[in-house]
């Protein structure tokens, strides 16, 4: 198992054909592909549908929320930056400061369940199937979803992070993955949750912007399976001059920039702040598009606030960010117009 939460990762180019879907166990149909889809290969159009499904699921409700309980008081449920995520957060006290330790209330207990994490896409490409993964404070398991990608069977991620860095806590995550067993094959519908915000830009697909901004060049998708990136290169481009990478996402509300940071350049878009951040040639954009909506889900445990972000990311040829300035401008309205 290639543990990965898709960060520009590198792929085998991949993808589907041209009819409507529907989400397995929903009956629910997905809008037939854009007209994008039709400047690249069979199995990137398989894929993109199949992320699009992957879009309309819930991914709180793919773990076993009992089970999870058992491990802890829980004080968080719900997205985190990464909308294909759901976060199970635990209230870990603090130590009590002794007079050896007068410090000690500025760290938590340590060798108690954190937070346990569901929903990323991984795949078994290297045969190794759902193995445990333990690292120094954290570990790792993929579930099989039933989907086939060419270049191996789609693993749906669970992780656990254990405070104080003392230990994996796989024994932890095993109770809960296995619980869990029967909740991933039944997966429920984002747009029924009741622990995600509702936004305008989780239920829009991320090569979208791809209609009209690259002409008809053939293309090519190298995180076709991803419902939330759209990492994508001109098929006849012999570098990565014009390769992009899109993230549509989360940042929360507190976390949105109200003013200008060292070496970034912070501008407004039709009322939206963007924010530009230049590193030589390479150039990163964060377009806070949801920030005058900001939402958070239903239940009383995820009362966090969060804005619909996108972000953008590429290598210039000269300095100033100029073409990643504009596709964050042609972001923004495509945002605004979309309804």
Known sequence: MKIARWVVPLLSVAVLAGCAQTVPGQGLPVPPPPPYLQRVDDSIRKDRAHAQQLR?????????????????????????????????????????????????????VPGLVAQITVGGITTDNDGKGEQVSPMEDRCFQGLRSGYQYDWGPEL??????ISGQTRPGCEELQTVVEASRTTLSHPKLRA?????????LIGMDSCQILDTVTGDEPLQIFTSPHPFNCDYRFKNDKDNKRRRYLQYGYR???????????????????GIPVEIRP??????????????HPARGADPLSDQLWVDTIVIQGRE???GCPTIGVLADQLVHLYQKTS
């Not at 929360?252 to 407004?268: G, I």
């Open 56 to 108: 309309l699921q819930d991914p709180c409700s793919l773990i076993n929320l009992d089970a999870a309980a058992k491990l802890g008081k829980i004080k968080y449920i719900g997205t985190e930056s990464k909308p294909e995520w759901c976060d199970i957060t635990y209230d870990v006290p603090k130590r009590t400061p002794t007079a050896q330790d007068p410090m000690a209330d500025l760290d938590f």
């Open 156 to 161: 749906i991620l669970f992780s656990i992070e």
């Open 192 to 200: 029924e949750s009741q622990f995600q915000p509702h936004t305008k």
């Open 252 to 270: 929360k509300l507190q976390d949105v920039p109200v003013k200008q940071y060292k070496d970034t350049e912070l501008k407004t878009v039709s």
């Open 279 to 292: 590193d030589d040639l390479d150039c990163m954009a964060f377009a806070f598009v949801g920030v005058d």
């Open 317 to 319: 040829q000269s300095p």
